[in-house]
């Protein structure tokens, strides 16, 4: 069964805006964090950011993306979000949303995957 579903991407100009949405069922419920990684064509898996599903909900950032990006969670909707501003081309990959045991970088960290979604910006 699906564990966790991927929404939101698309095709904007460079500078636009988008919101990717996760949502979480099953045992990934169970998860103590949530991250977002993604993967462009020819590179590896990059993380992007994570926060505790857990307590306070600390927050953590790949430095290309802070100030830009902002992950958030909704715990009564099971559901995680990346709202993404000021986007530029290099932002260009298929994101996934994780969750795992600890609010790592590393993608070991993190069993459950979903099954990505495409962001594509313009120049």
């Known amino acids: 069964q699906v564990q966790l579903v991927e929404s939101g991407g698309g095709l904007v100009q460079a500078g636009g805006s988008l919101r990717l949405s996760c949502a979480a069922s099953?045992?990934?419920?169970?998860?103590?964090?949530m991250g977002w990684f993604r993967q462009a064509p020819g590179k590896e898996r990059e993380f992007v950011a994570s926060?505790?599903?857990?307590?306070?909900?600390?927050?953590d950032y790949v430095d290309s993306v802070e100030g830009r990006f902002t992950i958030s969670r909704d715990n009564a909707k099971n559901t995680v979000y990346l709202q993404m501003n000021n986007l530029k081309p290099e932002d260009t990959a298929v994101y996934y949303c994780?969750?795992?045991?600890?609010?790592?970088?590393?993608?070991?960290?993190?069993?459950?995957w979903g099954q990505g979604t495409q962001v594509t910006v313009s120049s």
């Open positions: 994780a969750a795992g045991f600890a609010a790592g970088r590393s993608a070991y960290d993190y069993p459950y």
């Open positions: 926060i505790a599903w857990r307590g306070d909900g600390t927050t």
């Open positions: 099953g045992r990934a419920l169970s998860s103590r964090a």
